[in-house]
């Protein structure tokens, strides 16, 4: 047996052990920026009925999200992105316009125009907004970051987002538009907005709407790739199939799992790795668990190379 296969079989028995399982959803808690003391606290008159256990019941959804999808058969990173189901119960159901019998959790589909997994996820919608609206900014940054991969520069001026000084009939969408506006901001703001607004069907709770101070919402919008290139956003939906089937994020993906599971950038590896693992990752059908195998396969079995500037 060769050096490469006697480390897939042991990270494959690995894979195995609840303490690798909870390994793995302690990744997507850094990925999806879960780690933060960030506080979900929603205004009570606009949200009645939203408090801790609400909260609570919202990230066990969101975990049993992960686990269903990443330790499934198929093992599909696409799905992560796409999957138009929740894990709800009997309250949060109801919150989102559902019905569950019985106790505990269990699966509802949605309109797929109106869920597309973790991006959707009503935890991550909720932990990204104010307490009593939407965040275009909050959400826009996590997607640029976090799905997309890309680096945003620190902003020339801090300019801090004062809602009660703005028209109180303009939408979420047309303040942060206001706002940002300056042709310093939108360096980085044209990224951020662009993404951003596509999730504005969703109010500080995740839950869909069709209007804002009774004018209907906008979630479309054009956003620039990496590469230069402009594509037209049409929601939710459309972002999170632009994202499932990009490079730039798939790879995105690989990297934070490398340094997550390694403690050491994927580059260090090799100039070619985060390309060999991509491709193996391609032909794998997007495979989690495969992905985590190879990379346990890189890590064991070539050293880091060394700077030679």
Not at 166 to 186: F, G, I, N, W, Y
Request: charged content about 25%; glycine content about 8%.
């Amino acid at each position: 047996m060769t050096k490469r296969a006697v480390i897939v079989a042991h990270a494959r028995r690995m894979l195995q052990d609840p303490r690798s399982r909870a390994k793995v959803q302690g990744f997507f808690h850094h990925w999806l920026d879960m780690d933060g003391e960030r506080d979900l606290k929603k205004d009570s008159k606009a949200y009645p009925g939203f408090d801790k256990g609400s909260i609570g019941a919202l990230r066990h959804s969101l975990n049993l999200f992960i686990d269903e999808l990443v330790w499934s058969g198929s093992s599909d990173y696409r799905q992560l992105l796409l999957a138009r189901h929740l894990p709800l119960n009997r309250d949060l159901a109801k919150l989102y316009g559902k019905s569950v019998a019985g106790k505990g959790f269990q699966r509802v589909e949605f309109d797929p125009n109106r869920r597309a997994g973790l991006i959707t996820h009503p935890y991550l919608l909720s932990s990204f907004a104010y307490p009593d609206s939407s965040s275009p900014i909050h959400r826009g940054v996590f997607l640029t970051r976090q799905m997309m991969g890309r680096s945003l520069k620190p902003p020339p001026e801090a300019v801090s987002f004062k809602d009660d000084e703005l028209d109180p009939s303009l939408t979420m969408r047309e303040k942060v538009t206001q706002v940002t506006k300056d042709r310093a901001c939108m360096g980085c703001h044209g990224t951020i907005n662009s993404l951003g607004f596509s999730l504005e069907h969703y109010d500080a709770l995740g839950r869909w709407r069709n209007q804002e101070n009774k004018k209907p919402v906008d979630a479309t919008s054009n956003y620039e790739t990496e590469d230069g290139k402009t594509i037209r956003l049409q929601g939710a939906r459309s972002l999170a199939e632009f994202a499932a089937r990009n490079e730039g994020s798939q790879k995105a993906f690989i990297r934070h799992l490398f340094h997550y599971l390694v403690k050491q950038p994927v580059g260090a590896y090799g100039k070619n790795t985060i390309e060999d693992l991509h491709r193996q990752f391609k032909k794998s059908r997007f495979n989690v668990k495969n992905l985590i195998i190879e990379i346990l396969c890189v890590a064991s079995m070539h050293g880091t190379e060394k700077d030679n500037s």
